[in-house]
Protein backbone atom coordinates (compact mmCIF):
# COMPACT_ATOMS: atom_id res chain seq x y z
CA UNK A 1 0.00 0.00 0.00
CA UNK A 2 1.34 3.14 -0.85
CA UNK A 3 0.40 6.58 1.22
CA UNK A 4 1.28 10.01 0.35
CA UNK A 5 1.38 12.07 3.26
CA UNK A 6 0.69 16.12 2.62
CA UNK A 7 2.23 18.16 5.62
CA UNK A 8 4.52 21.97 6.10
CA UNK A 9 6.13 20.19 8.95
CA UNK A 10 9.05 18.04 8.47
CA UNK A 11 8.84 16.29 11.72
CA UNK A 12 5.32 15.26 11.40
CA UNK A 13 6.23 13.88 8.11
CA UNK A 14 9.36 11.93 9.08
CA UNK A 15 7.51 10.38 12.37
CA UNK A 16 4.24 9.27 10.29
CA UNK A 17 6.77 8.11 7.52
CA UNK A 18 9.01 6.00 10.50
CA UNK A 19 5.46 4.53 11.69
CA UNK A 20 3.78 4.09 7.99
CA UNK A 21 6.87 2.31 6.26
CA UNK A 22 8.71 0.39 9.79
CA UNK A 23 5.61 -0.81 11.27
CA UNK A 24 2.86 -0.81 8.73
CA UNK A 25 5.46 -2.18 6.00
CA UNK A 26 3.58 0.52 3.83
CA UNK A 27 5.36 2.78 0.71
CA UNK A 28 5.38 6.33 1.45
CA UNK A 29 5.89 9.67 -0.61
CA UNK A 30 5.64 12.77 0.93
CA UNK A 31 5.27 16.57 -0.08
CA UNK A 32 5.27 19.56 2.17
CA UNK A 33 2.62 21.65 0.20
CA UNK A 34 -0.54 21.17 -0.82
CA UNK A 35 0.56 21.89 -4.82
CA UNK A 36 3.67 19.96 -4.18
CA UNK A 37 1.18 17.09 -2.78
CA UNK A 38 -1.59 17.79 -5.77
CA UNK A 39 1.57 17.03 -8.11
CA UNK A 40 2.89 13.92 -6.31
CA UNK A 41 -0.58 12.60 -6.08
CA UNK A 42 -1.18 12.09 -10.13
CA UNK A 43 2.54 11.25 -10.52
CA UNK A 44 2.67 8.26 -7.47
CA UNK A 45 -1.35 7.23 -7.35
CA UNK A 46 -1.27 6.37 -3.70
CA UNK A 47 -3.55 4.41 -2.09
CA UNK A 48 -4.45 7.03 0.19
CA UNK A 49 -3.80 10.55 1.72
CA UNK A 50 -2.58 11.55 4.75
CA UNK A 51 -3.07 15.26 4.61
CA UNK A 52 -2.33 18.58 6.64
CA UNK A 53 -5.33 20.40 7.84
CA UNK A 54 -3.38 23.87 8.33
CA UNK A 55 -0.86 24.30 6.25
CA UNK A 56 0.28 28.11 5.10
CA UNK A 57 -0.74 28.56 1.33
CA UNK A 58 -3.08 26.20 0.11
CA UNK A 59 -4.44 24.58 3.33
CA UNK A 60 -5.73 21.04 3.60
CA UNK A 61 -9.68 21.70 2.18
CA UNK A 62 -8.38 23.36 -0.47
CA UNK A 63 -5.79 20.72 -1.36
CA UNK A 64 -8.54 18.19 -1.47
CA UNK A 65 -10.76 20.51 -3.23
CA UNK A 66 -7.78 20.03 -6.11
CA UNK A 67 -7.49 16.80 -5.76
CA UNK A 68 -10.87 16.03 -5.99
CA UNK A 69 -11.14 17.89 -9.30
CA UNK A 70 -8.67 16.08 -11.33
CA UNK A 71 -9.71 12.76 -12.67
CA UNK A 72 -6.29 11.32 -11.89
CA UNK A 73 -6.90 11.89 -8.21
CA UNK A 74 -10.35 12.18 -7.54
CA UNK A 75 -11.11 8.61 -5.99
CA UNK A 76 -7.77 8.42 -3.78
CA UNK A 77 -9.16 8.57 -0.48
CA UNK A 78 -7.77 11.25 1.34
CA UNK A 79 -7.27 10.95 5.47
CA UNK A 80 -7.20 14.21 7.44
CA UNK A 81 -4.82 14.85 10.23
CA UNK A 82 -5.67 17.90 12.61
CA UNK A 83 -4.72 18.81 16.31
CA UNK A 84 -8.27 20.51 16.36
CA UNK A 85 -9.92 17.07 17.68
CA UNK A 86 -13.55 19.34 17.85
CA UNK A 87 -16.62 16.64 17.14
CA UNK A 88 -17.68 20.11 14.82
CA UNK A 89 -14.15 19.92 13.07
CA UNK A 90 -14.25 16.30 12.63
CA UNK A 91 -17.88 16.64 10.96
CA UNK A 92 -16.98 19.86 8.62
CA UNK A 93 -13.66 17.94 7.55
CA UNK A 94 -15.45 14.37 6.55
CA UNK A 95 -18.66 16.77 4.93
CA UNK A 96 -15.92 18.05 2.26
CA UNK A 97 -15.31 14.30 1.78
CA UNK A 98 -12.29 13.00 4.06
CA UNK A 99 -12.57 9.48 4.22
CA UNK A 100 -11.28 10.19 8.11
CA UNK A 101 -10.03 12.04 10.46
CA UNK A 102 -6.80 11.36 12.39
CA UNK A 103 -5.72 13.81 15.35
CA UNK A 104 -2.46 14.97 16.06
CA UNK A 105 -0.17 14.32 17.59
CA UNK A 106 -0.41 10.52 16.46
CA UNK A 107 1.28 8.06 17.37
CA UNK A 108 3.80 6.28 15.23
CA UNK A 109 3.18 2.85 16.27
CA UNK A 110 -0.28 2.78 15.76
CA UNK A 111 -0.70 4.99 12.61
CA UNK A 112 -0.51 2.00 9.97
CA UNK A 113 -3.80 0.12 11.60
CA UNK A 114 -5.41 3.88 12.44
CA UNK A 115 -5.02 4.53 8.48
CA UNK A 116 -5.72 0.62 7.53
CA UNK A 117 -9.25 1.18 9.92
CA UNK A 118 -10.63 3.96 8.12
CA UNK A 119 -9.66 2.75 4.81
CA UNK A 120 -11.66 -0.66 5.73
CA UNK A 121 -14.18 1.00 6.82
CA UNK A 122 -15.07 3.28 3.90
Known amino acids: MKILIIDDENDIRRIARLGLERVGKMEVVDAGSGPEGV ?15 MMP ?10 LRSDPLTASIPVIFLTAKALTSEVERLRS ?22 VLEAK
Open 39 to 53: EKARAEKPDAVLLDV
Open 96 to 117: LGAAGVLTKPFDAMTLAAQVRA
Open 57 to 66: GQDGPATLQS
